[in-house]
């Protein structure tokens, strides 16, 4: 079964400064990948998705932009954060059927 | 459109004692649902599946949910509440969108609260 790493696991950045996470998935290939956002108190809110190598689906029109450079790597970004981008980030990866599974997740806080 | 509803923000249920989680979904067309439970600070841990097959769906935990086509509903079950079993639990529903994606739509969450 897929194993999903998530770094780092904490994050407090300025607002204004970059963001980079990353996501990576070990024990299968050519996975479905996803990232959300749980915003406190609130359900989670899917961010962007994709389906292979450089390919990136966005859902919601923001601040972040997505990534994947390799086949089991998903990066997500920012170049200017704001405020409103705290959060509780996590990737998932899509099972053979159409179950995801959920990295440990990044909190990120944005002062 | 899918949408879910989980129908209590809060539920607090004694040590051993039965848990009942509500979740009513609406789908134009036989979905798959899922329950996952979220501890603190963690990410989501899948507890069981509705793909179509069995009704009564069993899970890990001791957790099992019945699909009701009738009723639309996907509720969550547990013949006795354990303190490890304090987390949130999401109900989830699962259009099949383009490429063999699965955009997951989510309930707003369950806190459940386990009273020794």
């Known amino acids: 079964s897929q194993t999903i790493h998530q770094w780092p696991a904490t994050l407090v950045q300025p607002v204004g400064s970059p963001l980079s996470l990353e996501c990576t998935v070990e024990?299968?290939?050519?996975?479905?990948l996803y990232w959300y956002r749980q915003a406190a108190g609130r359900g989670l809110q899917l961010l962007f998705y994709?389906?292979?190598?450089?390919?990136i689906s966005s859902e919601v029109p923001q601040n972040l932009s997505a990534s994947r450079p390799q086949d089991r790597q998903f990066i997500l970004s920012s170049k200017k954060l704001l405020l409103s981008d705290s959060g509780f980030y996590l990737c998932?990866?899509?099972?053979?059927?159409?179950?995801?599974?959920f990295g440990p997740g990044t909190r990120l806080t944005v002062l | 459109a899918q949408s879910v509803t989980q129908l209590d923000s809060h539920v607090s249920v004694s040590e051993g004692t039965p848990v009942l989680l509500r979740c009513n979904y609406s789908?134009?067309?036989?979905?798959?649902l899922f329950w996952y439970v979220q501890h603190p600070n963690k990410g989501l841990q899948l507890l069981l599946k509705y793909t179509s097959a069995a009704t009564l769906v069993k899970g890990i935990n001791g957790f099992e949910a019945e699909f009701k086509k009738s009723e639309t509903s996907f509720h969550l079950t547990k013949p006795s509440a354990h303190m490890s079993d304090a987390a949130e639990y999401f109900c989830v529903v699962s259009p099949l969108g383009t490429s063999g994606t699965y955009k997951y739509i989510f309930g707003t969450g369950t806190r459940l609260k386990v009273l020794a």
């Open positions: 789908s134009s067309y036989s979905p798959s």
């Open positions: 994709s389906v292979g190598i450089g390919q």
């Open positions: 998932a990866c899509q099972g053979a059927y159409n179950e995801q599974f």
């Open positions: 024990g299968t290939s050519n996975p479905n």
